[in-house]
C-alpha cells in the first residue's frame, strides 16, 4: 500500500473523530456510556464512508509454476501410410509416459493439406506441407517457452521449403524420421510446364526437368504422348556429375478439346520407384479468346492487379490502354473494365452503349461522379462525400453464379468518396458496403442486366490489396483471381439467362480433387434450396448432389483416372445440363520411394535439436528430461485488490447509522 494512501486514512480517522466530538462533546454536558455508544457508532458510519471514498488498495503477489510446452506435430499424409504404425505406437509412447506429462504441457498436432489439432490420423491427405505446420506452431507459440517433436517422412509436396525455416523459427525442433532411411539409384520426372490451354492449330510449348540420383553412367529414353500417340522421343545420358535435364519441345494443337499428354522415362535396371518415371498433364485446345480492355487514364496498381488476376485464365487477354484508344481496338473488345472514369470516357462510353457491350466501372477518388450520372447508365451514384476507408461483406443472397469461397472479412478496406448508389432496374449485389463496422445495406460491388447489357461497378480503389492479402493468407491468389475470374465470365457470356448452371474444371490434376457444383433458380430466378439435384456419371446411377449454402455440390473424389461425360439434372423437371472432364492418374504422395532424413537434420540442427529415430524414443526422453532449456518457469501474478470489499464497509454504514437512529428514538434523543 502507498504512502499516500496510509496519510490519507490517517487523516479520515482525524476527521472522523473530530466531526464526532464536535455533534457529541462540545457544549454537551451529559456524559456516559450511552453517549459513548452513539459517539462510536457516529465513527463507525463516517470512517466507513472515507474509507469507500478512498478506497485503499494492496498488491497481492501469487506464485505459478508454468510447464513447458511440448508440441507434437504428426504427418498425416498418404505418404505416412506404409509407416502408420510405427508412428502411432510413438505416439502412444509420449502419451503414456509419465516423466513427460508430469514435466510439459503436451499440444498435438496433426498436417497434410492443413494443420489442425490431432484428434485422429488417417493418412488420407494427398499433400504434405511440413513449411505451413511449423508456422502455425511458431505463431502460436513463438512468446512461450516451447519444444517441438516433428513426425514425419520428411518428403514435402507444397509449400516453401522447411530445411531452411529453421533459422527463423524460436523454438528446438527434435525431427523425428520415419520410414526408408537407404538411398536408392533413381530416376524420376521432377517437374511438367506447359500451358492450361493452347488455341487451335498453334504449337504450344512444354518443359520437364528429369533427375537421376546416383553415381553411375546411364543411358534412358524419355517419351511424350498425346493421347496415346507417340510424338516425341529423345535418349537422355545421365552421370554422377550430371544428375538433371531439361527437356523442352512444342507440340501441334490440332483439334478441340482435352488432351491428355503423357511424360514417361525409362527405368533403371533394378530400380525400385517406377511411379515417378511417369506423369500425366492435360492441354485444353480452343479456338477462341476472351479480348479485355482496361480503359484508363491514370496509372495505378490496380491496373496490374486486375490484369494479372483476368490472365491467370489463359482464355483472356487483358490490353490496357487509354481513353483515346482507338476504334478499332474498341471492336476487337468483349469485355471493357473503365477504370475511374472522368469526361475523357465520353467517347468510351457513347462506343460501349451503341455496341451493347458488356463493361465494368470502377469508380474511384479521381473519378467524376457527376460525369459518371449523367451517362444514363442504370445507377446513380450520391456525391459531395469525403475520402473514406471502406470494408467489403460477401452478400450470401446472392445467386448469379457460386461466390461461396470467397471471403473478405479480413481484408483491407478499399478507398472511396462515393456515396450510396441507387438502380434504376434491378440488381445483384457481391458485395455490401460496410464503414467503421457499420453496414449499409448499399452494394460496394454490384451487377445489373439491361435488354442485355451486362455490367458491374466497383465503389472503391486499391483493389490490390486484396490481391497481396490474399497471398499472405494462403500464399497463392487463387481466391481472388476465381472471384474476379468468375465475375468476367458472367460479363462475357451473352447467353440467355438459364435457371440451371453447373460448373466444373476440365482438367483435375490430381486423384481426389474432382468436384462439380451446380446452382437452380425457381421461375422467378431465385435460388431454390428445397429442388433436388442429381448428377449421373457416364450414364450410371443417380446421385443426389448435397446443398451448401446457396449452391449444390458432388464430390467425385472417389473417382479413378480417367475421362467422364456426365449430366445434371432436377428431379421432377426436364432440365438437364451435360459436360466432361478428366482426371489425372497423378498421386505426388507417392512419388517418394525413402524418406528424407538429411532435410529434417538440417531443420533440426538449425533450431538447436537433433534428428532422431523411431526407436529412440528414450533418447528423446532423456534429451527433453536433462536440458535446462525445457525445466517450468515460476512466475510472479501481481493483482491489485481493494483493503475492504465496498459491499462490507455499505453494510457497516448502513447498521452504524441504524443502531445509532434506533438508540437515539428509544431514548428520547430525536
Same mark, same amino acid.
Given at each position: 500500500?502507498?504512502?499516500?494512501?496510509?496519510?490519507?486514512?490517517?487523516?479520515?480517522?482525524?476527521?472522523?473523530?473530530?466531526?464526532?466530538?464536535?455533534?457529541?462533546?462540545? =457544549?454537551?454536558?451529559?456524559?456516559? +456510556?450511552?453517549?459513548?455508544?452513539? #459517539?462510536?457508532?457516529?465513527?463507525?458510519?463516517?470512517?466507513?464512508?472515507?474509507?469507500?471514498?478512498?478506497?485503499?488498495?494492496?498488491?497481492?503477489?501469487? &506464485?505459478?509454476?508454468?510447464?513447458?510446452?511440448?508440441?507434437?506435430?504428426?504427418?498425416?499424409?498418404?505418404?505416412?501410410?506404409?509407416?502408420?504404425?510405427?508412428?502411432?505406437?510413438?505416439?502412444?509412447?509420449?502419451?503414456?509416459?509419465?516423466?513427460?506429462?508430469?514435466?510439459?504441457?503436451?499440444?498435438?498436432?496433426?498436417?497434410?493439406?492443413?494443420?489442425?489439432?490431432?484428434?485422429?490420423?488417417?493418412?488420407?491427405?494427398?499433400?504434405?506441407?511440413?513449411?505451413?505446420?511449423?508456422?502455425?506452431?511458431?505463431?502460436?507459440?513463438?512468446?512461450?517457452?516451447?519444444?517441438?517433436?516433428?513426425?514425419?517422412?520428411?518428403?514435402?509436396?507444397?509449400?516453401?521449403?522447411?530445411?531452411? &525455416?529453421?533459422?527463423?523459427?524460436?523454438?528446438?525442433?527434435?525431427?523425428?524420421?520415419?520410414?526408408?532411411?537407404?538411398? &536408392?539409384?533413381?530416376?524420376?520426372?521432377?517437374?511438367?510446364?506447359?500451358?492450361?490451354?493452347?488455341?487451335?492449330?498453334?504449337?504450344?510449348?512444354?518443359?520437364?526437368?528429369?533427375?537421376?540420383?546416383?553415381?553411375?553412367?546411364? #543411358?534412358?529414353?524419355?517419351?511424350? *504422348?498425346?493421347?496415346?500417340?507417340?510424338?516425341? =522421343?529423345?535418349?537422355?545420358?545421365? #552421370?554422377?556429375?550430371?544428375?538433371?535435364?531439361?527437356?523442352?519441345?512444342?507440340?501441334?494443337?490440332?483439334?478441340?478439346?482435352?488432351?491428355?499428354?503423357?511424360?514417361?522415362?525409362? /527405368?533403371?535396371?533394378?530400380?525400385?520407384?517406377?511411379?515417378?518415371?511417369?506423369?500425366?498433364?492435360?492441354?485444353?485446345?480452343?479456338?477462341?479468346?476472351?479480348?479485355?480492355? $482496361?480503359?484508363?487514364?491514370?496509372?495505378?496498381?490496380?491496373?496490374?492487379?486486375?490484369?494479372? /488476376?483476368?490472365?491467370?485464365?489463359?482464355?483472356?487477354?487483358?490490353?490496357?490502354?487509354?481513353?483515346?484508344?482507338?476504334?478499332?481496338?474498341?471492336?476487337?473488345?468483349?469485355?471493357?473494365?473503365?477504370?475511374?472514369?472522368?469526361?475523357?470516357?465520353?467517347?468510351?462510353?457513347?462506343?460501349?452503349?451503341?455496341?451493347?457491350?458488356?463493361?465494368?466501372?470502377?469508380?474511384? !477518388?479521381?473519378?467524376?461522379?457527376?460525369?459518371?450520372?449523367?451517362?444514363?447508365?442504370?445507377?446513380?451514384?450520391?456525391?459531395?462525400?469525403?475520402?473514406?476507408?471502406?470494408?467489403?461483406?460477401?452478400?450470401?443472397?446472392?445467386?448469379?453464379?457460386?461466390?461461396?469461397?470467397?471471403?473478405?472479412?479480413?481484408?483491407?478496406?478499399?478507398?472511396?468518396?462515393?456515396?450510396?448508389?441507387?438502380?434504376?432496374?434491378?440488381?445483384?449485389?457481391?458485395?455490401?458496403?460496410?464503414?467503421?463496422?457499420?453496414?449499409?445495406?448499399?452494394?460496394?460491388?454490384?451487377?445489373?442486366?439491361? =435488354?442485355?447489357?451486362?455490367?458491374?461497378?466497383?465503389?472503391?480503389?486499391?483493389?490490390? =490489396?486484396?490481391?497481396?492479402?490474399?497471398?499472405?493468407?494462403?500464399?497463392?491468389?487463387?481466391?481472388?483471381?476465381?472471384?474476379?475470374?468468375?465475375?468476367?465470365?458472367?460479363?462475357?457470356?451473352? !447467353?440467355?439467362?438459364?435457371?440451371?448452371?453447373?460448373?466444373?474444371?476440365?482438367?483435375?490434376?490430381?486423384?481426389?480433387?474432382?468436384?462439380?457444383?451446380?446452382?437452380?433458380?425457381?421461375?422467378?430466378?431465385?435460388?431454390?434450396?428445397?429442388?433436388?439435384?442429381?448428377?449421373? $456419371?457416364?450414364?450410371?446411377?443417380?446421385?443426389?448432389?448435397?446443398?451448401?449454402?446457396?449452391?449444390?455440390?458432388?464430390?467425385?473424389?472417389?473417382?479413378?483416372?480417367?475421362?467422364?461425360?456426365?449430366?445434371?439434372?432436377?428431379?421432377?423437371?426436364?432440365?438437364?445440363?451435360?459436360?466432361?472432364?478428366?482426371?489425372?492418374?497423378?498421386?505426388?504422395?507417392?512419388?517418394?520411394?525413402?524418406?528424407? &532424413?538429411?532435410?529434417?537434420?538440417?531443420?533440426?540442427?538449425? *533450431?538447436?535439436?537433433?534428428?532422431?529415430?523411431?526407436?529412440?524414443?528414450?533418447?528423446?526422453?532423456?534429451?527433453?528430461? /536433462?536440458? +535446462?532449456?525445457?525445466?517450468?518457469?515460476?512466475? #510472479?501474478?501481481?493483482?491489485?485488490?481493494?483493503?475492504?470489499?465496498? +459491499?462490507?464497509?455499505?453494510?457497516?454504514?448502513?447498521?452504524?447509522?441504524?443502531?445509532?437512529?434506533?438508540?437515539?428514538?428509544?431514548?428520547?434523543?430525536?
Amino acid at each position: 500500500m502507498q504512502i499516500q494512501t496510509i496519510l490519507f486514512l490517517i487523516a479520515a480517522a482525524f476527521v472522523a473523530i473530530g466531526i464526532v466530538l464536535f455533534q457529541y462533546y462540545y =457544549k454537551n454536558k451529559k456524559r456516559g +456510556k450511552r453517549i459513548v455508544l452513539l #459517539s462510536f457508532l457516529r465513527f463507525t458510519a463516517l470512517f466507513s464512508l472515507f474509507l469507500l471514498l478512498i478506497n485503499p488498495k494492496f498488491v497481492k503477489t501469487e &506464485y505459478v509454476l508454468e510447464k513447458t510446452n511440448l508440441v507434437v506435430v504428426a504427418d498425416n499424409s498418404s505418404s505416412m501410410a506404409a509407416n502408420s504404425a510405427e508412428l502411432v505406437a510413438f505416439l502412444d509412447q509420449i502419451k503414456s509416459n509419465k516423466t513427460l506429462t508430469d514435466k510439459f504441457k503436451i499440444d498435438y498436432y496433426r498436417f497434410g493439406n492443413q494443420f489442425q489439432a490431432l484428434d485422429s490420423l488417417s493418412f488420407f491427405e494427398t499433400n504434405t506441407n511440413i513449411a505451413k505446420a511449423l508456422k502455425s506452431v511458431s505463431g502460436i507459440y513463438n512468446q512461450k517457452n516451447t519444444v517441438g517433436v516433428l513426425l514425419s517422412d520428411g518428403n514435402q509436396t507444397i509449400g516453401q521449403d522447411y530445411e531452411f &525455416y529453421g533459422d527463423k523459427i524460436n523454438i528446438p525442433f527434435y525431427s523425428v524420421v520415419f520410414g526408408d532411411t537407404t538411398k &536408392y539409384e533413381d530416376i524420376k520426372i521432377n517437374q511438367v510446364n506447359t500451358n492450361k490451354f493452347a488455341f487451335l492449330k498453334n504449337k504450344f510449348p512444354i518443359e520437364c526437368y528429369i533427375a537421376y540420383d546416383g553415381e553411375k553412367n546411364v #543411358s534412358v529414353p524419355v517419351s511424350i *504422348t498425346v493421347d496415346g500417340k507417340t510424338v516425341f =522421343k529423345e535418349q537422355v545420358q545421365f #552421370s554422377n556429375d550430371i544428375q538433371s535435364k531439361r527437356i523442352h519441345t512444342f507440340l501441334n494443337a490440332d483439334a478441340i478439346g482435352v488432351k491428355t499428354i503423357d511424360i514417361t522415362v525409362g /527405368a533403371l535396371k533394378n530400380e525400385r520407384n517406377i511411379i515417378n518415371n511417369r506423369k500425366s498433364i492435360a492441354v485444353e485446345v480452343i479456338d477462341e479468346k476472351t479480348n479485355v480492355t $482496361i480503359v484508363s487514364a491514370v496509372m495505378h496498381p490496380d491496373l496490374g492487379a486486375l490484369k494479372k /488476376a483476368i490472365e491467370t485464365n489463359e482464355q483472356r487477354s487483358v490490353t490496357i490502354v487509354k481513353p483515346s484508344v482507338s476504334k478499332e481496338i474498341l471492336e476487337e473488345t468483349d469485355v471493357f473494365i473503365c477504370y475511374q472514369p472522368d469526361v475523357n470516357f465520353k467517347a468510351v462510353y457513347s462506343f460501349i452503349m451503341d455496341s451493347y457491350s458488356n463493361y465494368f466501372t470502377v469508380v474511384g !477518388t479521381k473519378t467524376d461522379l457527376n460525369f459518371l450520372n449523367s451517362l444514363g447508365l442504370g445507377y446513380r451514384i450520391e456525391t459531395g462525400y469525403p475520402i473514406q476507408e471502406v470494408l467489403g461483406k460477401v452478400n450470401p443472397s446472392f445467386s448469379k453464379y457460386d461466390i461461396s469461397s470467397s471471403d473478405f472479412t479480413d481484408y483491407p478496406p478499399l478507398t472511396s468518396n462515393s456515396g450510396a448508389i441507387t438502380f434504376s432496374g434491378t440488381h445483384d449485389a457481391l458485395l455490401q458496403r460496410n464503414i467503421r463496422g457499420v453496414d449499409l445495406n448499399n452494394p460496394l460491388l454490384a451487377i445489373s442486366e439491361n =435488354k442485355g447489357q451486362k455490367t458491374a461497378v466497383l465503389l472503391g480503389e486499391n483493389i490490390w =490489396k486484396w490481391r497481396l492479402k490474399n497471398y499472405v493468407n494462403l500464399e497463392n491468389f487463387e481466391n481472388f483471381d476465381t472471384f474476379l475470374g468468375k465475375l468476367m465470365l458472367y460479363l462475357s457470356n451473352n !447467353t440467355k439467362k438459364e435457371r440451371l448452371s453447373i460448373d466444373y474444371k476440365s482438367v483435375y490434376e490430381n486423384l481426389g480433387l474432382a468436384k462439380v457444383t451446380a446452382t437452380y433458380s425457381d421461375e422467378t430466378y431465385v435460388f431454390d434450396a428445397k429442388a433436388n439435384l442429381f448428377i449421373q $456419371i457416364a450414364g450410371g446411377v443417380k446421385i443426389p448432389m448435397l446443398l451448401k449454402t446457396n449452391y449444390f455440390e458432388a464430390d467425385l473424389s472417389d473417382l479413378k483416372p480417367g475421362t467422364y461425360s456426365f449430366k445434371i439434372g432436377v428431379e421432377g423437371k426436364s432440365i438437364l445440363k451435360s459436360g466432361k472432364f478428366t482426371v489425372l492418374d497423378y498421386d505426388v504422395e507417392q512419388q517418394f520411394f525413402s524418406s528424407n &532424413y538429411q532435410k529434417m537434420e538440417n531443420f533440426s540442427t538449425a *533450431t538447436n535439436a537433433s534428428l532422431l529415430y523411431p526407436n529412440q524414443f528414450t533418447q528423446l526422453l532423456k534429451v527433453l528430461d /536433462a536440458d +535446462k532449456r525445457f525445466l517450468p518457469t515460476q512466475k #510472479s501474478v501481481e493483482n491489485v485488490v481493494s483493503l475492504i470489499d465496498f +459491499k462490507i464497509l455499505l453494510g457497516l454504514i448502513i447498521i452504524a447509522l441504524s443502531l445509532e437512529w434506533f438508540i437515539r428514538k428509544y431514548n428520547g434523543l430525536i
